[in-house]
């Protein structure tokens, strides 16, 4: 059996594997995988309520389940997501991040480039 500290709170594994961890909080006693069990701990320290880890079953968990990470430039910028997910893209804009889904980046980006072109048109 396996032993750990975190926040406080002494983590214990469950038999002889060290896959299910547990943790007494408050004569609660929680069990998940340990990256759970700390989020767990995590919240009870942030606001006092307990939440079991099975709440937090995706803390831990790999990004290639999710999908894969993908790169494409447009219009000079660099579009990213490293997730896989279709609303997880992001982009550093004229020194800001942006994120949301990749439409309405590009969108945003087309918009800045035509008001630009506008703009650039209106000194000449």
Not at 9 to 26: H, R, Y
Request: with cysteine; glycine share 8%; aromatic share 10%.
């Amino acid at each position: 059996m396996a032993v750990a500290t975190y926040r406080g709170f002494n983590l214990q594994s469950a038999g002889s594997t060290t896959d299910v961890w547990q943790v007494k909080i408050k004569n609660h006693v929680l069990s998940g995988s340990m990256a759970a069990v700390k989020k767990s701990i995590d919240w009870f320290c942030d606001t006092a309520t307990i939440i079991d880890p099975k709440e937090f079953s995706s803390v831990g968990r790999k990004r290639e389940e999710s999908g894969s990470p993908a790169a494409e430039n447009f219009g000079g910028y660099a579009l990213k997501n490293d997730t896989g997910e279709p609303n997880a893209w992001y982009c550093f804009f004229n020194g800001r991040l942006i994120k949301g889904s990749k439409i309405a980046i590009q969108k945003h980006i087309e918009a800045y480039l035509l008001a630009k072109q506008k703009a650039d048109q209106q000194k000449k």
